[in-house]
């Protein structure tokens, strides 16, 4: 089967695009507004940009009636926003916060969860999650689709301070992945988590560069 998306609709009764790159991680983002109301929202086009200095980046579709998502104009209009990581335990939260709520009504209370305060800005962040970026808003770069809902923008921000909870690091100092259940987008209405996970290293790689060490301050 092929089909050319710009020109014809998918011959299944699905749309396979989005279920063809999995997974992908969930960006959990919490900001504030100037005027000071609170936005919580996942996600799921989400990535790290680089590790020197760290640097990441969302794209969020438009409303179907043009209208730009939250995220976009806190971050813009603030200078900041915050990732938080989604986990296995959160799953329930995650999901009631992606609901649109209007503009006043705040998705951490919606999701009944804890807000604790970021330290470089006002920004709320959940703090049942073991892991947080304060991100520092750079630019946004914005893309004409089809629709409405299929123009998009994408933000790009450095990562100027990262929260890990101990209770979620290893004796030799990494990340437990088992233990956290890192939650990642599938294709249609599907979620995994990451319950396992293999050790691979490239030949001839070296640890600085496995692990992202190269440039890193002493």
């Known amino acids: 089967m092929k089909y050319d998306p710009a020109l014809e609709r998918s011959p299944l009764p699905y749309s396979p695009f989005k279920s063809c790159t999995v997974p992908r991680p969930i960006g959990w983002l919490s900001s504030i507004s100037p005027d000071g109301v609170e936005n919580l929202a996942p996600y799921s086009q989400w990535q790290n940009l680089t590790f020197d200095p760290p640097m990441v980046m969302f794209s ?10 939250d995220t976009v ?9 915050v990732w938080n990581m989604a986990t296995y335990d959160l799953r329930e939260a995650v999901n009631i916060s992606a609901m649109a709520l209007p503009f006043e009504e705040n998705e951490f209370d919606r999701a009944g969860i804890t807000k604790r305060y970021a330290e470089l800005s006002p920004t709320p962040m959940v703090a049942e999650s073991p892991v947080h970026f304060e991100c520092r808003y750079l630019s946004t770069h914005r893309m004409t689709g089809n629709s409405n809902v299929g123009t998009i923008d994408i ?6 301070r990262i929260h890990i ?6 004796v030799d100092g990494r990340l437990d992945i088992q233990k956290i259940r890192p939650l990642a987008r599938m294709g249609y209405h599907d979620y995994t988590s990451i319950t ?3 050790e691979m290293k490239i030949p ?14 002493a």
């Open 196 to 198: 396992e996970t293999f």
């Open 73 to 81: 104009l806190n971050a813009e209009q603030t200078g900041w926003f």
């Open 155 to 160: 933000v790009f921000a450095q990562v100027e």
């Open 60 to 69: 969020a579709n438009q409303y179907p009636d043009g209208r730009r998502k």
């Open 165 to 170: 909870n101990d209770e979620v690091l290893t």
């Open 204 to 217: 001839q790689a070296s640890d600085d560069e496995a692990y992202g060490l190269a440039g890193q301050p």
